[in-house]
């Protein structure tokens, strides 16, 4: 039969249990997040130029860089960055939706090009004009983000439980002790 006691000591071990899963879902989304702000795995070059390089399918973006300074200046308003697939087919490029900006030792980026790449292969990411300005090309990291949160909620909501499965516990436990 379910006692007080036997009841009030579940909510404890229970709480226990909750404070663990939440700490280490909070420490998982978190490095999560963070290894994905500062995915440095980025291949570099300047404009005017062109960049060959096998890419896998999925989402890619470039950055624009400058280092020894942590501020991107402006991207150069003659800057246009082509990405031609196997075969010379263009594919689409458009800027980000809002901004994405990171800061890794000396060099500060920010993102200025998002590209989806439909099939692995060889591809030409064609920079012209902005004499000198230095490019970057990575994973976007965004689905990274978007798991990051849901750990960091998951364990939010398993902190919130604490509280209140201790408080049940310890009163049920007191309460039976008289």
């Known amino acids: ?13 229970l709480t226990l249990i ?3 899963l939440g700490a280490g879902l909070f420490v998982a989304g978190g490095g ?18 062109t960049l060959s390089m096998d890419l896998d399918a999925g989402k890619w973006d470039v950055a624009q860089e400058v280092v ?20 010379g087919a263009d594919v ?11 800061n890794v030792g000396s060099v500060a980026g920010e993102v200025r090009f998002v590209f989806v790449v439909p099939q692995d292969g060889r591809y030409d990411l064609v920079a012209s004009g902005g004499s000198g300005t ?5 994973r976007t990291p965004l689905p990274m983000f978007g798991g990051s949160i849901l750990l960091i909620g998951l364990s939010i909501a398993l902190f ?12 049920l436990v007191l309460v039976s002790k008289r």
């Open 68 to 87: 020894g300074v942590g501020v991107v200046p402006p991207l150069p308003p003659d800057l246009v960055l082509q990405v031609r697939g196997p075969g």
């Open 134 to 138: 230095r490019l970057a090309v990575g």
């Open 160 to 171: 919130s439980a604490v509280p209140t499965l201790g408080i049940i516990g310890l009163v």
């Open 18 to 20: 909750c404070a663990l």
């Open 32 to 49: 999560a997040a963070i290894k994905g702000a500062l995915d440095t795995r980025r291949t570099r070059w300047t404009s005017p130029s």
């Open 1 to 13: 039969m379910f006692t007080r006691a036997r009841v009030g000591w579940f909510c404890l071990v």
């Open 92 to 102: 689409p490029v458009r800027p980000p939706w809002g901004s994405s900006n990171y």
